[in-house]
């Protein structure tokens, strides 16, 4: 297995079109590394040009050691296992497994020991004298990645390889492909536009928006310190709520709502922090459905501030609910446990945890509390909203 490193990446179409705007990381060995974002972000491309299926404008890629740039695919020892299963319909399991090492022109032996021990690793054994169309969507998908680890490749990269997966096939292949990662401790690229998988799968996760790396940490770092309002608002399902408003100090530092003076935090013990320097500054105030509570629940420990909305709709989930309340001009979603509640269009008091508040600069969209977090074992390149951009 070897590391990935990318230096100053660009790609760059005939009709000039930037797709991936200076793309800087690297992929240490034996790592999970997932490319997320929405379409047209760029994390294909970038997948893409690691494998040598497009040209790389400027910069340096390397597999290892090795400068890769002028490569050609067959030669960058990589194994790629597409959206499509693309299996050959006429050969059975075992060929198709084969397939790329008979190419090679290695002893028959030699293949028959490495199609054994990649059937063996995804559970497979049984299924070796079929062919494709005898196999269900999940075994396809498991013969398309058994393809590529027969290889024995330096580095694996899966292109949103559970698309065509119903929704519980989807969450079984992820942890089949979680657990294969531990098992060949190999270095792994991992690209989807489906944030669940991200966090899910990843070691760590490179988040992109339009051709831009917006931040790379683990899924716990982006979840608990986004860098800026892009990351905070994709990473997260329901997504964070955001809410405009200005920063004041009246008997202590207070965060005021855009259009309704009733929407008024007590922010307390932020006072000290970061945030103080806004007063009198518009900000964009970022929390996350998780972190709301309705006042007088049991589950809360942290410091709240309170403000009063109107119920519009609740949605019981067995487990949990999730409450849509209103004020004027701003929606807020809450993720709350099952308790007694006030029927929709009665108000409802909401409790908001002090300890989760996330404030962004409404100019640049930078988190104003990241501090040294933001940076600290992360990448963050020059924010820029969701547009298009290369898939």
Do not use: W
Request: proline share 6%.
């Amino acid at each position: 297995m070897a590391r990935v490193k990318l230096e100053g990446v660009r790609k760059v179409y005939e009709n000039g079109f930037v797709a991936v705007h200076g793309a800087d990381f690297e992929i240490r060995d034996g790592e999970f590394v997932v490319l997320v974002g929405p379409s047209g972000c760029g994390k294909s491309t970038i997948l893409r040009m690691i494998a040598g299926l497009e040209s790389i404008t400027d910069g340096r890629l390397y597999i290892g050691d090795r400068v890769v740039n002028d490569v050609a695919p067959k030669d960058r020892d990589i194994a790629m296992v597409f959206q499509s299963y693309a299996l050959y319909p006429h050969m059975s399991v075992f060929d198709n497994l084969a397939f790329g090492l008979k190419l090679r022109k290695l002893p028959k032996a030699q293949i028959q020991e490495q199609v054994r021990q990649a059937a063996e690793i995804l559970g497979i054994e049984q299924i070796l004298d079929r062919k494709p169309r005898q196999l269900s969507g999940g075994q396809r998908q498991r013969v398309a990645v058994g393809r590529a680890i027969v290889r024995q490749p330096q580095a694996f990269l899966f292109d949103e390889p559970l698309s065509n997966l119903d929704a519980k096939l989807r969450v079984q292949t992820r942890k089949e492909i979680s657990k294969l990662h531990r098992q060949l401790d190999a270095t792994m690229i991992y690209v989807t536009h489906d944030q669940v998988e991200a966090m899910t799968m990843g070691d760590r996760i490179v988040v992109l928006s339009a051709g831009y790396v917006q931040q790379i940490d683990t899924p716990l770092g982006l979840y608990d310190h986004p860098a800026n309002k892009f990351v905070a608002g994709f990473i997260g399902s329901p997504a964070m709520n955001f809410i405009e408003g200005v920063i004041t100090r009246s008997d202590g530092l207070h965060f005021q709502a855009t259009g309704d003076e009733r929407f008024r935090l007590s922010l307390g013990e932020l006072a000290d922090r970061d945030i103080a320097a806004y007063e009198g500054r518009g900000v964009i105030l970022g929390i996350r459905p998780e972190d709301i509570y309705v006042t007088g629940s049991p589950y809360i420990t942290n410091p709240i501030a309170p403000a009063r909305l109107m119920l519009d709709v609740m949605e019981p989930m067995g487990n949990e609910i999730f409450l849509y309340a209103r004020t004027p001009g701003h929606e807020v979603v809450a993720r709350v446990a099952p308790q007694p509640l006030p029927d929709p269009g009665q108000p409802v008091e909401l409790a908001f945890d002090l300890t989760k508040l996330h404030f962004f600069d409404p100019q640049t969209e930078e988190a104003i509390l990241a501090g040294d977090r933001a940076t600290n074992g992360r990448v963050v390149g020059g924010a820029r909203r969701a547009g298009d951009g290369g898939e």
